[in-house]
């Protein structure tokens, strides 16, 4: 079946250790996006990517990086520098940047002990 | 800067009931509107997609509309099963910026 295939599920993670959450899709989907979601507020944007080797900072970008080797991936690495991580993290994509419909994998939860 | 509303933040029905859910934007130059549904714990679901020169989209039980000079859309669910009960959110992609804006969802309570 196409989709959106986020992993690890849950994760746990030490105060100043970067971590990694991976996303797969399989759409054929150019514009990949990773989003933050928290209790009482609405989706974030962390970054996007409209095509392969380009990327750019959404609203909140501080604190994560990611990459766009491959159309299918696009990793989002939560680095120690980011100051409040535990969050629930959603990646998404769409067939374009503009216009495109959205579609989200099951999400990651980052919690930090 | 657009901003997009979705009141109420929670509502409760009884199963069996039609119900409208709303969704309120600022700016009206918009490329097209979505609603998804979230279930607790899990990602986004698309449930419809308007595109700015649309008025109406049907999915089973399912009918949103559109009206831009409003800026308002509403998700009206037929005949309300438990199956329903799930957060409800639009987003609306504006011109000129290549993010889609998430209003906070309303939380659908269906009581059987």
């Known amino acids: 079946d196409g989709g959106i295939t986020q992993s690890p599920k849950y994760l746990f993670r030490k105060e100043g250790q970067n971590v990694t959450l991976s996303c797969e899709q399989n759409?054929?989907?150019?514009?990949m996006y990773w989003y933050r979601q928290d209790p009482g507020q609405g989706l974030r944007l962390i970054y996007y990517?409209?095509?392969?080797?380009?990327?750019q900072k959404g609203d909140i970008a501080e604190g994560y990086s990611v990459s766009r080797e491959k159309k299918e991936s696009f990793p989002l690495t939560v680095t120690s520098a980011q100051k409040n991580p535990t969050a629930f993290y959603l990646c998404?994509?769409?067939?374009?940047?503009?216009?495109?419909?959205?579609?989200f994998g099951e999400g990651s939860r980052l919690t930090v002990l | 800067k657009q901003e997009v509303t979705q009141i109420p933040a929670a509502l409760s029905v009884p199963e069996g009931e039609n119900l409208v859910l709303n969704c309120s934007f600022t700016?009206?130059?918009?490329?097209?509107l979505q609603w998804f549904r979230q279930d607790p714990g899990k990602g986004l679901t698309s449930l419809l997609l308007?595109?700015?020169?649309?008025r109406e989209q049907t999915s089973g039980r399912l009918n949103a509309s559109l009206d831009k000079s409003s800026g308002r859309s509403t998700l009206y669910i037929a005949a309300s099963q438990p199956g329903d009960s799930a957060t409800y959110l639009c987003?609306?992609?504006?011109?000129?910026?290549?993010?889609?804006?998430f209003g906070t969802g309303t939380r659908l309570t269906i009581i059987p």
């Open positions: 700016d009206s130059a918009i490329y097209n």
């Open positions: 308007i595109q700015s020169s649309q």
């Open positions: 759409l054929n989907h150019d514009a």
């Open positions: 998404a994509s769409s067939i374009e940047l503009v216009s495109g419909e959205l579609f």
């Open positions: 990517s409209q095509i392969v080797n380009d990327f």
């Open positions: 987003a609306v992609h504006h011109f000129g910026n290549e993010k889609l804006t």
